[in-house]
């Protein structure tokens, strides 16, 4: 029999091979997320044949399907399992397969979202998606916001905004206070606005690595007295390293006596606002100007998933909407606002779907009860590690972030080396103060007690069994 001729235009296969080729990827995911389990929390030694497998001219003609995906299976094993119940590291998220689906929903379908006129009913899905996070913040009806592709961006939009709405354009006297702590994405973002670094402000942080509102207060009135603008105050709700809280209201009350824009970076922490002891915590962030959110790390979903809150829309568009003859098809928006008005972006992917999806599929309490499970979690862990002399614990954890120092602390690195060399979990280390110090963050949806206790106890082995010296 001859072999079947090729269709003549393969980018759109017909009905029955796409649903072939569908079916193939659905055997490879549902494959990949059933191994999650027995597989190490990190698996990256002997990566570099694999990855140097992949350097190659594109191929002319196309190869099966079956053989693409076999080509994956390696290079998806060999890396940090960021998806599995053992990852601990770092701010995990995990990646719901609602979402993905989400995706590949979005991906297929492909509508333009940018612009409201293109598509009314989706836009109206993604303004939604923002009106109900502004909502779980406890922000007001009238504010809006724009999703991004992570909390890092939403931390660049923010500043954008802030600097358009409080400064003039000549901005390069405007002055930024963020705190020891602040994550590196907000320093970046004064960088890539124009700022000079002479005008990024730390303000030192107490035993509990919170900012000082003493000291912040402090700063600010002198920085005006030598002829500076103090423009924006970020404050942490949820530190990267600690998971610490600043005081969030004292902050508030500070950046309103001295006008300056209020931003709170809740990329780590805002999620845990869905539960009540979280939100007694992050008691305050409602009167921000602007928030920070990331639904990849507090609402589980894959990377590339951020959101920036803020209180008036019209500050967004303010810094960021602009006119072209080839847009004026499209009008102003409608009922939903154009997000490319708010944002640097205009051609983009269908986010909101990335969150309407699995909300809608779940509903809000299975992500309200996977939020509380990580605040119980990283409490045992640090009950279970408390009693163990030859550790130090930090602080008791103010989230679900768990920080330990070895005794002394130079056999940190030989710990952490050892308790990730068993492959169950897989934790971080950080620098505080100048101590090496190991962190367990507990945020995947897929992180239950069985694994924090396999936590728990590697740690306490593996530090036991250290060459005392
Ligand atoms: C507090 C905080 N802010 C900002 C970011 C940056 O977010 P992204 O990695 O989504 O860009 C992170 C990331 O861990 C974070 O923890």
Redesign the pocket.
Known sequence: MPAPRPPKWPLEPASAELRRLIDACAEFVVEQIEILPTLPSCDVEGAEPVAAAFVEPPPEDGHAIAAILERLRPAVAKSFNTAGPGYLA??PGGGIPAAALADFVACAINRFVGVVAAAPALARIEAQVIAWLASLMGYPKESGGILT???????LTALVAARADRLPEDFLSGTIYLSEE?????IKAARIAGFPDRGVRAVPVDRRCRMRPDVLEAMIREDRSKGLRPFLVVA?????NTGAIDPLPEIRDIARRHALWAHA?????GFFRLVPEGAARLGGIEAYDSI?L?P??GLFLP?GT?CLLVRDPETLRRAHAGRAGYLQDVGLGGGAPNFTDLSPELSRDFRGLRLWLPIQLHGLRAFRMQIQEKLDLARDAHTGLRNEPLLEMLDEPQLSIVAFAARPDDRGPELLRRVNARGRVFLSSTTLGGRYVLRLCVLSFRTHADRVRDAVVAVKEEVRRLPRG
Do not use: E, P, V
């Open positions: 770092f701010i592709t992570g909390g890092s961006l939403s931390n602040t994550h590196l994405s907000m942490n709700a949820g530190t990267t970076d809740a990329a780590y922490g920070t990331d990849h790390k990377y951020g």
